[in-house]
């Protein structure tokens, strides 16, 4: 479907177009059609922008990979189809191991999402025959790398399963997440909690890390000073701001409109 440069939601309707593409091409699971749809709701609430907590977010998540010992990207099967190529530049950016990560697992569907990444030019990719387990998950998200994330000291999980993340965490790793809901199991247990639409989090990222590649005092200031309470409250204002701004809009529409009709 072509869909037209001007209208008004063009980037969204072209993120749409690109998973179902991914589920046609047996990278997505139609649940992911689904939890695409309950994200990108929030995604009207920020009005389709990234808003100023998401930025600091973002930054200190460019900072933390690029401090890391052992940084690893997640993927999974949305990832792969809306952002590959953002991924792959991240993971150069910062120096990360790609590992593709599926609560719906097969071993064709990860090898199709693992060409998808190196057709995007990541030349290693871990996820097909997995030699460890992320402890006190039964799913099959528990597969991992003992080389890629069972090791790592820093992951981030873009539009991650909360449990993931919370068994991340327990396992003493730094987590950063990308999820546009403030209120999900896994923006409220990961460290860094990225509030954003995928593909504007991750080019942000990889600006912020680029900035950021040759000051690592300065890197390493940034993830110290980091508040992730005042951060997600910040988020929270922010969206509660835009919901009083849209009431208040509509009000005085209204209002004006009343106006018009006692003056007739």
Not at 52 to 75: N, R
Not at 208 to 230: C, M, N, S, T, V
């Amino acid at each position: 479907m072509k869909i037209p440069k001007s209208h008004p939601r063009y980037a969204s309707l072209v993120r749409r177009e690109r998973l179902v593409q991914g589920w046609r091409d047996g990278i997505v699971v139609p649940e992911g059609l689904i939890a695409h749809g309950r994200g990108e709701a929030f995604d009207y609430l920020l009005g389709e922008e990234t808003p100023a907590p998401a930025l600091v977010s973002e930054k200190t998540a460019a900072a933390l990979l690029l401090t890391a010992d052992h940084p690893v990207i997640s993927v999974n099967g949305n990832v792969a189809a809306l952002a590959p190529k953002e991924t792959v530049r991240l993971a150069r950016a910062v120096s990360a191991r790609l590992e593709v990560n599926l609560f719906h697992r097969t071993e064709a569907r990860v090898a199709r999402i693992a060409k998808a990444l190196r057709a995007a030019g990541a030349r290693d990719v871990l996820g097909p025959r997995p030699d460890a387990r992320i402890p006190g998950l039964e799913s099959k998200r528990a597969l991992c790398h003992r080389e890629g994330i069972y090791s790592a000291d820093v992951v981030l999980v873009p539009l991650e399963d909360g449990d993931r993340t919370e068994a991340l965490v327990r396992m003493g790793k730094r987590v950063i997440s990308i999820d546009l809901n403030p209120l999900s199991r896994t923006s409220q247990r990961a460290s860094v909690p990225v509030v954003d639409e995928l593909t504007r989090a991750l080019s942000n990222m990889v600006t912020f890390a680029k900035e950021l590649q040759h000051h690592p005092e300065e890197a390493r200031r940034i993830a110290r000073a980091y508040d992730r309470a005042g951060n997600l409250r910040a988020t929270l204002s922010f969206l509660a701001w835009r919901l009083r701004s849209l009431h208040g809009g509509r009000n005085r529409r209204r209002g004006s409109r009343r106006s018009d009709s006692a003056s007739t």
